[in-house]
């Protein structure tokens, strides 16, 4: 298992039950980790400027700006007005989706044919309501730990995750950031090896 005991004060500490949401705003300066406790657990992701979240995650200057369409150490996820929200300062998984987005009652019925099973899009406006915010906020999102690759003709697909237990990422609040996340319940696809397992988030100061 990785090492995933951050060295600094440690403000927030716990386990997010699978199928599960959580969110909270983290102050500048300030690290958000997410550990994927028994590997193979996608976490869908979305940021916002914690003092005025029209301005938010945008996955297409993340990547125009990083070259990448991967996340790994070193990434800067930015916003829509190209300001720095996060930056990747530890990673030991590597490989961390930005096109796949999250799973949603009409994409399960559409790819699946199944109705009505729990999904990220409801656990983010589960999420986003404590702070007013609603389904017109939910952008294209990370999906940390899930593994996405694309070929040279295009075709991409949800393949089995590269992550392993106690596998982490370590993101580093760079203005306070509110940070919302669905701990996946996918069970269609390869995104929780078919199987949604909890996962620890801890907030800490250096």
Request: net charge negative.
């Amino acid at each position: 298992m990785a090492d995933s005991e951050p060295n600094g004060q440690i403000i927030t500490d716990q386990v997010v039950a699978p199928r599960e949401p959580w969110s909270a705003v983290i102050p500048k300066g300030q690290h958000l980790r997410l550990v994927d406790l028994e590997g193979l657990q996608a976490v869908d992701f979305l940021c916002y400027d914690a003092a005025d979240p029209a301005e938010r995650y945008c996955a297409a200057d993340t990547m125009k700006i990083s070259g990448k369409i991967f996340l790994e150490t070193g990434t800067v996820l930015y916003s829509n007005l190209a300001n720095p929200l996060f930056t990747i300062v530890e990673d030991t998984c590597g490989r961390h989706d930005t096109i796949g987005g999250c799973c949603s009652l009409e994409s399960n019925r559409r790819r699946y044919g199944v109705e009505g099973q729990p999904n990220c899009r409801d656990n983010f406006l589960t999420a986003l309501a404590p702070h007013g915010l609603g389904a017109k906020d939910i952008v294209a999102n990370i999906n940390f730990f899930m593994y996405v690759p694309v070929e040279a003709d295009g075709t991409m697909a949800i393949v089995d995750g590269l992550s392993k237990p106690g596998d982490y990422i370590d993101l580093r609040a760079e203005r306070d950031v509110l940070a919302v996340l669905s701990n996946c319940p996918q069970m269609n696809n390869p995104a929780t090896g078919f199987n949604p397992t909890p996962i620890r988030v801890m907030v800490w100061a250096p």
